[in-house]
């Protein structure tokens, strides 16, 4: 009985504001934080429309509960004791919206953003090391030993990562974090592949495709791509680049997508 009249103290409409608030700092919480992986204004604006929405059925779901929920702004708009708050309210919040609006309406004085892919679409083939390769087949050809033979598998990983230090560090840094020491030089920075929306989305094959043929590699259909990539075929071997693959997968501790699962 008295959870039942606590629970009624707090008045519906102020119930409803603070479920969507709850709501909305949970999204921060779990993108912005936990995943690290802000939600563009654009989405996070629908999300919110669909939450509000939900939240005003859910508490309009009978006679009662809609009575309930407009009952504050009623009184305020009808009750004459409460002349002096009603035009403390009506005078507030068109002063705050005006004040968004013009902010938002504020022109930027930053250099105007290019359109980048981080991961454009690959071709279907590939040519690098002299040969062609198909890359809705192509497959990295250590990769099998991970479980036919484990000794060696680590092997292969140390391998590519003492070619990681010698050749990517520099950009990619020794954390594979993007923050090298040449980092901050180059427009756009290099990727940072701890984070889950880079390598962890691809198949081997695209990363072997992109370090390759670097840069220059990329496909004229969708230019201008910006990317300081050096075309690393130049400069290792076929099999270190498959070498580095297995490194930057097995330092992350991510799994490259594969073929079967798509």
Same mark, same amino acid.
């Not at 370090?211 to 910006?226: F, V």
């Given at each position: 009985?008295?959870?039942?009249?606590? =629970?009624? =103290?707090?008045?519906?409409?102020?119930?409803?504001?603070?479920?969507?608030?709850?709501?909305?700092?949970?999204?921060?919480?779990?993108?912005?934080?936990?995943?690290?992986?802000?939600?563009?204004?654009?989405?996070?604006? @629908?999300? @919110?429309?669909?939450?509000?929405?939900?939240?005003?059925?859910?508490?309009?779901?009978?006679?009662?509960?809609?009575?309930? *929920?407009?009952?504050?702004?009623?009184?305020?708009?009808?009750?004459?004791?409460?002349?002096?708050?009603?035009?403390?309210?009506?005078?507030?919040?068109?002063?705050?919206?005006?004040?968004?609006?013009?902010?938002?309406?504020?022109?930027?004085?930053?250099?105007?953003?290019?359109?980048?892919?981080?991961?454009?679409?690959?071709?279907?083939?590939?040519?690098?090391?002299?040969?062609?390769?198909? *890359?809705?087949? *192509?497959?990295?050809?250590?990769?099998?030993?991970?479980?036919?033979?484990?000794?060696?598998?680590?092997?292969?990983?140390?391998?590519?990562?003492?070619?990681?230090?010698?050749?990517?560090?520099?950009?990619?840094?020794?954390?594979?974090?993007?923050?090298?020491?040449?980092?901050?030089?180059?427009?756009?920075?290099?990727?940072?592949?701890?984070?889950?929306?880079?390598?962890?989305?691809?198949?081997? &094959?695209?990363?072997?495709?992109?370090?390759?043929?670097?840069?220059?590699? *990329?496909?004229?259909?969708?230019?201008?791509?910006? &990317?300081?990539?050096?075309?690393?075929?130049?400069?290792?071997?076929?099999?270190?680049?498959?070498?580095?693959?297995?490194?930057?997968?097995?330092?992350?501790? =991510?799994?490259?997508? &594969?073929?079967?699962?798509?």
């Amino acid at each position: 009985m008295t959870a039942q009249k606590t =629970r009624s =103290r707090v008045p519906r409409l102020l119930q409803a504001v603070l479920v969507v608030v709850g709501i909305y700092l949970a999204f921060r919480v779990i993108f912005d934080v936990i995943l690290g992986q802000p939600i563009p204004a654009s989405l996070m604006v @629908m999300y @919110m429309f669909f939450v509000i929405a939900g939240v005003f059925m859910v508490f309009t779901f009978t006679e009662e509960s809609a009575r309930e *929920l407009v009952a504050p702004i009623k009184a305020l708009v009808d009750d004459p004791g409460k002349k002096n708050i009603r035009n403390v309210v009506f005078i507030i919040v068109p002063l705050l919206v005006s004040a968004i609006v013009y902010y938002k309406m504020q022109p930027s004085l930053d250099a105007p953003l290019e359109l980048r892919s981080i991961h454009p679409a690959p071709p279907a083939s590939v040519k690098a090391f002299g040969k062609r390769f198909d *890359l809705t087949k *192509l497959e990295n050809p250590y990769r099998k030993f991970e479980k036919q033979d484990p000794e060696k598998f680590r092997e292969l990983v140390a391998e590519g990562g003492v070619v990681y230090i010698q050749n990517c560090q520099y950009c990619h840094g020794d954390k594979l974090d993007g923050n090298g020491p040449y980092a901050q030089g180059l427009n756009p920075v290099p990727l940072n592949f701890q984070d889950v929306g880079t390598i962890a989305q691809l198949q081997e &094959s695209f990363l072997f495709w992109r370090i390759a043929t670097g840069g220059p590699g *990329l496909p004229k259909e969708a230019t201008p791509w910006i &990317s300081s990539m050096p075309v690393w075929q130049n400069f290792l071997s076929e099999e270190e680049i498959w070498k580095v693959i297995l490194y930057l997968y097995d330092y992350t501790g =991510r799994r490259p997508r &594969s073929w079967e699962h798509e």
